[in-house]
């Protein structure tokens, strides 16, 4: 009995907890002036911080017969008035095709970008159904916050790529890329430059999925900020 009861407390507290969350999307969304069947919940998500939660809704822009493009919307509220504190809005930003987003998820960190700019950091999940030809990656886009704006400092960066050729089972040849980064205390144009240290492996798996063959390498990547964005060193 204890157990049953355990478990219906807990979906109980689940429902009650994707409502409130449902709600807050939902009221965020009319308070920009984002149309409720315009929302594509999937996607959808929220982080509370110290300063305010960060609010992310994706905008249904364009959809058709396996695709849609969605306008992106990141909203930072005050917790304690329920307004919104700063904002940013790019237009058909993320799209839906044969790679499509499987989730969007916000880090839990800020990036101290100066001594007064911090940033958020927004991950997109990428993903297709090729069995001969798998595909994935993960993107780091940063937004500044920066007086009443968020501005988008660094735009879909891939921090995670992973990429084959195989017989449709296991057996082929892969690569995958994982960066790791770093906020340097250098700057540049009055913001830290960024360090990203790249581990790549290549290898060969057998029918049974197992590595038969890796080679690995480590390549370093610098970013540095410039027209108000973090560009490439060459």
């Known amino acids: 009995m204890k157990n049953l009861l355990t478990i219906f407390f807990l979906t109980v507290s689940l429902s009650s907890s994707q409502v ?14 984002i149309e409720t069947s315009k929302i594509f919940s999937k996607l959808a998500t929220f982080q509370s911080f110290k300063n305010g939660t960060l609010i992310i809704i994706p905008e249904i822009a364009e959809e058709g017969d396996g695709y849609g493009i969605l306008n992106s919307h990141i909203i930072l509220l005050d917790d304690k008035t329920g307004e919104v504190k700063a904002k940013f809005s790019g237009q058909k930003d993320w799209h839906l095709d044969a790679v499509s987003i499987d ?3 916000i880090e839990p960190k800020l990036y101290q970008l100066s001594e007064t700019i911090v940033a958020y950091g927004l991950k997109l999940y990428h993903s297709n159904q090729s069995r001969p030809n798998p595909y994935s990656s993960t993107e780091l886009s940063l937004y500044a916050l920066e007086g009443n704006k968020l501005n988008r400092v660094l735009k879909d960066f891939p921090i995670k790529t992973f990429n084959g050729e195989t017989n449709t089972t296991c057996k082929g040849e892969f690569e995958e890329h994982c960066k790791n980064i770093q906020v340097l205390d250098t700057y540049s144009n009055e913001f830290a ?41 060459l």
């Not at 290549?202 to 990547?221: A, F, G, H, M, V």
């Open 193 to 233: 430059d960024l360090k990203f240290t790249n581990e790549i492996e290549l290898s060969e798996r057998n029918e049974d999925c197992e590595k038969i063959k890796t080679e690995t390498k480590t390549e370093l990547q610098f970013l540095k900020y410039e027209n108000g964005e973090y560009k490439n060193v």
């Open 20 to 33: 409130q969350s449902q709600q807050l999307i939902e009221q965020t969304a009319q308070k920009v002036g």
């Open 103 to 105: 989730k969007i998820e």
